[in-house]
């Protein structure tokens, strides 16, 4: 079905000197320079569907049946294409891809009016990959390409209507990203996709940071948030981070100092009811970091909000002494009442501080605070993603403490 418009487009493809030069219609588009390898701003609609010999289909049908031979001719583990929309924030440049009607336009609109994006393409992008780099560009034929050569990529984001776990947003794994994938490619066949799929396989292990939202799950200026939050948290990560640890016990001791052995955390945000306590240990750590991590590495803090605006991760380690145990409950449980309350008290901080970090809980009983730290901020104008929080119990694994 598709043979005659490959025919065409392969006729008036050149290869030169291992570029792609794209010629559709009786237009070639040059690069700029000598240095852009990928050049996919094609000539407008009337002139790309002109030379496609297609009696009776309509005009979008022929448009996307001619990119779609477009992507099948030069997949390779080079050159890939998405069906996503390539939008520029603070010069830093993402593809929103998902599958037809999802809300692709309208979520890049958004932020086109909450911070200042612009939208280069629209529908349907190529990407080339050069050793690490990634870079993109417009296969859509349109009249207006707002951009004349590839762009960086900093991150892509997949809107999805498949997840079931009830998640704001996450990093798919291996299985999830090929479902990903045949989502975003769904109007393919199953050959088809296999060749569009292809490249972002192969490519996984380097691509740049990405992904997925579940869309049309909540409202839509929920989803429109949480894409801002995320696209937000891709382009301010850094290599190195700065933690915060509130509640100096035992087991915030020992935490606190591990952290701030670790070669990517900067800085340890100490905060305990008792002041005295976090400035004793501040003193004592920084007295006892390595020489690679010689200086103010151990910083106390008279209250909690500034914790959570110094940091970009903090641990509840927090142990409520105040209030007897209940003796009766397990373990585990015998502080539940006050820590639900302290709990209580930081879901407000959070809130009033916008914070937009990932929290830790290791105080009992996990399970329930974590979810309790969570849902109490829900009610709120500034609530807290599903990403953003985790239980974890006793042990810290340092691998998600870097996220």
């Known amino acids: 079905m598709l043979q005659p418009c490959s025919r065409t487009i392969r006729d008036k493809f050149a290869l030169h000197r291992g570029r792609m030069h794209v010629c559709l219609g009786r237009v070639l588009i040059m690069p700029r320079s000598s240095s852009v390898a990928l050049i996919t701003r094609l000539a407008s609609l009337r002139q790309a569907t002109a030379s496609i010999a297609i009696e009776g289909m309509e005009v979008d049908k022929a448009k996307k049946r001619a990119r779609l031979a477009v992507s099948l001719r030069y997949t390779s583990n080079h050159i890939g294409f998405l069906h996503a929309n390539l939008i520029v924030i603070n010069g830093k440049h993402f593809l929103i891809a998902g599958s037809s009607g999802i809300g692709k336009t309208g979520y890049a609109e958004y932020l086109c009016k909450t911070v200042g994006a612009e939208v280069l393409a629209n529908d349907w992008v190529a990407i080339e990959c050069e050793g690490t780099y990634f870079y993109a560009s417009d296969l859509n034929f349109a009249d207006n390409m707002r951009h004349p050569e590839?762009?960086?990529?900093?991150?892509?984001?997949?809107?999805?209507?498949?997840?079931?776990?009830?998640?704001?947003?996450?990093?798919?794994?291996?299985?999830?990203?090929?479902?990903?994938?045949?989502?975003?490619?769904?109007?393919?066949?199953?050959?088809?996709?296999?060749?569009?799929?292809?490249?972002?396989?192969?490519?996984?292990?380097?691509?740049?940071?990405?992904?997925?939202?579940?869309?049309?799950?909540?409202?839509?200026?929920?989803?429109?948030?949480?894409?801002?939050?995320?696209?937000?948290?891709?382009?301010?990560?850094?290599?190195?981070?700065?933690?915060?640890?509130?509640?100096?016990?035992?087991?915030?001791?020992?935490?606190?100092?591990?952290?701030?052995?670790?070669?990517?955390?900067?800085?340890?945000?100490?905060?305990?009811?008792?002041s005295n306590r976090a400035k004793g240990y501040a003193l004592d750590m920084n007295h006892a970091v390595t020489p690679t991590n010689s200086g103010k590495v151990f910083v106390a803090h008279e209250n909690a909000a500034e914790v959570f605006t110094s940091s970009s991760v903090v641990f509840l380690a927090f142990r409520d002494e105040s209030l007897p145990p209940l003796a009766e409950l397990p373990e585990r449980w015998q502080k539940l009442p006050s820590h639900l309350a302290i709990v209580k008290q930081y879901a407000k901080i959070i809130h009033d501080t916008n914070f937009s970090g990932t929290i830790f809980v290791i105080t009992n009983p996990v399970d329930i605070l974590t979810y309790s730290c969570y849902a109490l901020t829900q009610t709120d104008d500034y609530a807290l993603r599903t990403y953003q929080v985790y239980g974890i119990g006793l042990e810290v694994d340092a691998a998600r403490a870097s996220v």
């Open 150 to 274: 590839r762009c960086l990529l900093a991150g892509v984001i997949f809107l999805t209507s498949t997840d079931t776990l009830d998640r704001d947003a996450y990093v798919p794994n291996e299985q999830e990203f090929e479902a990903l994938l045949r989502e975003t490619f769904d109007t393919a066949t199953e050959k088809e996709f296999v060749g569009l799929a292809s490249f972002w396989l192969h490519n996984r292990s380097n691509l740049p940071p990405f992904a997925a939202i579940p869309a049309r799950r909540r409202a839509e200026a929920y989803t429109a948030e949480t894409l801002r939050r995320v696209i937000e948290k891709i382009s301010t990560s850094s290599k190195t981070i700065e933690v915060g640890v509130i509640g100096i016990g035992a087991i915030g001791t020992e935490l606190a100092f591990q952290l701030g052995q670790l070669s990517f955390v900067n800085k340890v945000h100490l905060y305990n009811r008792t």
